[in-house]
């Protein structure tokens, strides 16, 4: 990919970073025939075709969401029997196009029903963006347990090409995440920080502003209360 990224960032020296990685993961050679089922749209967007990137660049129109919030009645953390409310924010990256059309299904528990799961805009300039809310709204039923991941899939549909993206949430999660000087850790009721279990499944790891991502996968906190006893958490 960093090769390819210098070959197309040469031809065109005026196009941003965002626009650059754009082109090359739209200009892809399609394996979606290739794989097993249940894995399309998981394998990211195709093979990468360098040839495609430097002759079919700039004029193909692509939008992606850029951002998300799920939102409930109080703490914006999903919980069993909430209401949730999806609001995204999608942006034009490439061409301009005429229409942008938006749908969100629940990949993870099909009986899920979200209201109003399609919405249609406009025309879009290039690197033009919209928000999207009070469309995609849906209830988590009782059947949901303690940590389990909700997920939804965005496809974004431009004039010329549809992108699939994926948000996966924990519901009524068993940790909390802070945020705090630079670093990004989740911590449970029994002292596990990063992620709260040995296959990563719970948390957010340990993630420090400068430094990146998975700095730690999982560790505990134990207090000594004594010379000869610790107390663990």
Known sequence: LNLDFVFVQKQNPNLSVEQIREIITTNIKDIS????????????SGRLDINKAL????????????????EDQNNKIPEIGESIALNLSIKNILANTNTCEVSVFCSSHPEISI????????????????????SFNFKIP??????EELVLKVVIKTDDISNTQYIIQNVSPSYSVTNLNNIVAAVNSKGNIAYTDLSRGGGEGLT??????DLLYHSGLMIGVSDTKLSDV
């Open 33 to 44: 025939a290739n794989l097993i089922n249940g894995s399309q749209d998981k394998m990211g």
């Open 55 to 70: 002759t079919n660049n700039i004029n193909t129109s692509s939008a992606r969401m850029i951002s998300y919030s799920l």
């Open 115 to 134: 209201s109003k799961n399609n919405f249609k805009h406009g025309p879009l300039k290039t690197s033009e963006s919209f928000s999207v809310s009070d």
């Open 142 to 147: 009782q059947s949901f347990k303690i940590d």
């Open 208 to 213: 420090h502003k400068n430094f990146g991502s």
